[in-house]
């Protein structure tokens, strides 16, 4: 039988004990029935954690057969402004997973991404370049580097949202929606860093990022998942709820 592994991003409710958990594998998003999960000295309990890695073995009917917690992020879940952060990137894998078109690469992303949330403080920063560099998984990444209308690598003065890139002065149009370049400029940076390299760059960017020019990252990048995606975080909107 086949081993796999993956990261529980939702759970439900089925039938009286049992519940159908959903993981991003290397492969896709994979449904899996697990039963006697809703007993809390159940052995199969812990494996129906959202935020927790496993190995996991199938039946042939898509039953959970066997299965290990490689990782429960209880760096995560037992901080509540990293666990809020991570709600949202899980959010995001579950709603558009079907919609990635490199599955493989965006596990690899998404395992570096919560470990880096777990190991570091600017969980906040690590989530919105996650959300930002996601775009180019999900075939919307912003055009930063030519003039979306004319293909011109110079003169790029502006940002037209209802175009998703950059245009030079002469193709702008006076409908367009122009954002403030002084987001635009963060949003790039954040979607050209590199992984290899966030460890050191995390100092940088935080003594660069204030909490108003990140909340500014943030707004614009709800605009652009739902203008381009039709996506609203409902995670977002409770914790919103619950702040106010």
Do not use: W
């Not at 954690?49 to 039946?59: G, M, P, Q, R, V």
């Not at 990782?71 to 894998?93: A, G, H, M, V």
Request: glycine letters at 4%; hydrophobic letters at 40%; charged letters at 20%.
């Amino acid at each position: 039988m086949e081993k796999k592994e993956g990261i529980v991003l939702k759970t439900i409710d089925y039938q009286e004990n049992s519940k159908i958990i959903y993981l991003i594998t290397n492969n896709g998003i994979d449904s899996v029935i697990v039963r006697g999960a809703n007993k809390l000295n159940g052995k199969t309990f812990l494996y129906t954690h959202e935020i927790t890695k496993i190995n996991y073995e199938l039946s042939k009917d898509k039953y959970l057969k066997n299965a290990l917690v490689i990782n429960p992020y209880l760096q995560i879940r037992t901080n509540i402004s990293k666990l809020q952060s991570t709600l949202k990137i899980i959010e995001i894998c579950y709603v558009l997973g079907n919609h990635i078109n490199d599955f493989q690469l965006f596990y690899t992303f998404l395992n570096q991404i919560l470990d880096l949330i777990s190991n570091n403080d600017d969980y906040n920063i690590i989530e919105l370049i996650f959300r930002t560099k996601t775009l180019y998984l999900l075939g919307i990444a912003p055009i930063f580097n030519k003039c979306v209308k004319c293909g011109k690598i110079t003169d790029l003065t502006s940002f037209a949202f209802n175009c998703g890139g950059m245009k030079c002065h002469s193709c702008i149009e006076k409908d367009d929606f122009l954002y403030p370049m002084e987001t635009i400029k963060i949003v790039q940076k954040l979607y050209n860093q590199k992984l290899q390299t966030i460890i050191n760059d995390l100092s940088i960017l935080h003594s660069e990022i204030d909490i108003i020019k990140l909340d500014h990252v943030s707004h614009f990048l709800d605009l652009y998942y739902e203008q381009y995606l039709g996506f609203k975080s409902k995670v977002s909107k409770v914790l919103s709820n619950l702040s106010n």
